[in-house]
């Protein structure tokens, strides 16, 4: 092979992946926007547009911010999305991402949702989270495969963290 031949070469592998580099970069964009629309949704407690923005895999995962253990799968029914909507009320939302990560079929969003609601019942306060979203492409589009989210925005002692992993709200 002469050495024109290997720059033409090197040069096409350049541009192949400053394609394929530009094209994760659009798709990281679009599912950040796609993040701020749908979380402002659902604190608004508009489950109908939040519905229409998320596209939840089969196998979803969800690490909620009040604890337990990790739920599987999600229920969509007009029952939980009606439910949805009255435990979240006149949410404002702003979204920072701290870091994303991307592959050919994955990509992670790190953020931080700061966020102000009424929910459950409690009157208007804030609720930011602390919050990782795993996306999983799914022919053209993506889906959400896995979502944890920590009210732990601020900084917290040791010994709050001991009584939060112990189960316990505060010493006794």
């Not at 970069?25 to 949704?41: F, Q, S, T, Y």
């Not at 795993?134 to 944890?148: E, F, I, S």
Request: cysteine-free; glycine content about 6%.
């Amino acid at each position: 092979m002469s050495r024109r031949s290997m720059m033409a070469a090197a040069a096409a592998m350049s541009v192949q992946l400053s394609a394929e580099a530009a094209a994760g970069h659009d798709a990281i964009a679009g599912l950040i926007e796609r993040a701020r629309e749908k979380n402002a949704a659902f604190m608004r407690g508009d489950m109908d547009r939040w519905l229409q923005l998320v596209r939840i895999a089969p196998d979803f995962t969800l690490m909620q911010p009040f604890g337990g253990p990790a739920s599987r799968g999600f229920d969509a029914s007009p029952k939980r999305l009606t439910d949805l909507s009255r435990y979240f009320r006149e949410g404002e939302t702003e979204l920072e991402v701290s870091q994303t990560y991307a592959s050919d079929s994955l990509i992670v969003l790190v953020m931080v949702e700061r966020q102000r609601a009424e929910v459950g019942g409690l009157a208007a306060q804030d609720w930011s989270l602390r919050v990782t979203e795993v996306y999983r492409k799914d022919g053209t589009d993506w889906q959400l495969v896995h979502r944890h989210a920590d009210p732990l925005v601020r900084r917290i002692t040791l010994q709050q963290a001991a009584m939060l992993a112990r189960g316990w709200l505060e010493e006794k």
